[in-house]
């Protein structure tokens, strides 16, 4: 199950991001916003990344306007490891090198076809499990 946050900002893409998840077969579980009246991305994009962490979703994808907001607030969650990605490369190198359990995504920066591409290549790609980036990850859980 993919955990899905926006605020008002990134709230259209989020409805497209999560229909085309589900028309993969992908389920999603939506932890707001309900709807683009203004709110607070922290909220948002906490509530999402809690739902990563615990193990309650196996991914998340989180969205505002320019997707930097809500990716900090995910961050600050111990576990999630949330990459901003703009383009495709970025959305595959994370989860290679990162082993990245979060996605944001500029509403604002990316238009429909790069985020469904963006997304559908981070949530494609499977970590490398190499020893390096293995120690890389412990280094950054430590911090």
Do not use: W
């Not at 190198?93 to 238009?111: C, D, E, P, Q, S």
Request: proline residues 1%.
């Amino acid at each position: 199950m993919i955990a899905i946050g926006s605020d008002h900002g990134g709230y259209d893409l989020k409805v497209k991001v999560m229909r085309h998840l589900e028309e993969q077969g992908i389920e999603c579980k939506d932890f707001g916003c309900p709807d683009k009246s203004s709110c607070d991305y922290p909220v948002f994009g906490r509530a999402a990344a809690e739902a990563v962490a615990s193990g309650e979703c196996e991914k998340g994808i989180v969205i505002c306007t320019t997707g930097i907001g809500i990716s900090i607030s995910a961050n600050k969650i111990k576990g999630v490891r949330c990459a901003l990605c703009g383009d495709v490369f970025s959305a595959k190198m994370t989860r290679l090198h990162n082993n990245a359990n979060m996605l944001a995504l500029g509403a604002g920066i990316v238009g429909e076809n790069l985020a469904m591409e963006i997304v559908d290549t981070f949530l494609g790609t499977e970590f490398s499990n190499e020893e390096r980036h293995n120690k890389r990850i412990a280094l950054i859980e430590e911090a």
